[in-house]
DNA sequence: GTAGAACTTGACACCGGTGTCAGATTCAAG
DNA sequence: CTTGAATCTGACACCGGTGTCAAGTTCTAC
């Protein structure tokens, strides 16, 4: 498939393939032409990285863990570094306090709302 | 206390509160010389705005918000009005959505980590 | 009074993923 | 062919909370 329907199937524009292949995140094969040209694949790892850049996570640790993710994209799956394990633990941990927060701050809305809406 | 305490003990930079008050988010008294003086209240409310903030609300949506919460700060607990319970319903939604976001890419990073670990 | 820490305002820069425009090229269908 | 849609590369801008520097003022403790 090329660019438009992959950026239709993955629900993210053009404009962010193009700057996922940049950063060495998205591989894609070229028509003669000089078109890309995606497999299956490509749907899921999209999305995948779409939920961890919304995650925080920058385009640098994203490159670093992709390989190491064991994936329905056949890839490589490369063994993961002392070091890289550091860094992702540090990133887990993080992405947990995140969601505590995130649930703290969901709570104080809904009590808001609440408040508002039982103002009967 | 003035604002070196504030943001040591609220674990913000004195940068961010004067931004916060240039925002409408956070008032302060001010000695006869002009240096800000908070009371007590002012350290929870940091803390919950920074908690807005990193659940991805912008310095306006927080400014609507704050004087909707019922707080220890004493504030007057505005009446939420009926436009503003829709644009915090969504912003609730957004919140639940990142927060299931995340939780995936915990997981994603949990088993790389556990496959790392536990190659033994 | 006086020194040094703390505070004031104002300005400029950054980050990094994304929107968007321009001009050229390719693809697919008639 | 030809034509219109799709894609290509490259460049510029944005957002918005925060870091940081500069020059000046205030506070506090001696």
Redesign the pocket.
């Known amino acids: 498939m090329?660019?438009?329907?992959l950026?239709r199937r993955a629900g993210?524009?053009?404009?962010?393939l193009?700057?996922?292949e940049q950063?060495g995140l998205l591989l894609?094969e070229?028509?003669?032409?000089?078109?890309?040209s995606y497999g299956e694949w490509a749907v899921d790892r999209v999305i995948r990285i779409?939920a961890l850049?919304a995650a925080g996570l920058?385009?640098k640790k994203i490159a670093l863990l992709l390989p190491c993710m064991r994936d329905a994209d056949g890839g490589p799956t490369e063994r993961t570094t002392g070091e890289l394990v550091e860094e992702l633990t540090a990133e887990r941990d993080r992405i947990d306090r995140m969601i505590l927060d995130l649930v703290r701050s969901r709570d104080v809305l809904d009590e808001v709302i609440d408040a508002a809406t039982a103002k009967a």
Chains 1, 2 share one sequence.
Not at 2 to 5: A, L, M, P, Q
Not at 12 to 16: A, D, G, H, N
Not at 30 to 36: A, E, F, S, V
């Open positions: 090329r660019i438009g329907e950026a993210v524009s053009e404009r962010s193009r700057y996922y950063q894609s070229r028509t003669p032409g000089g078109h890309r779409q850049y920058g385009s």
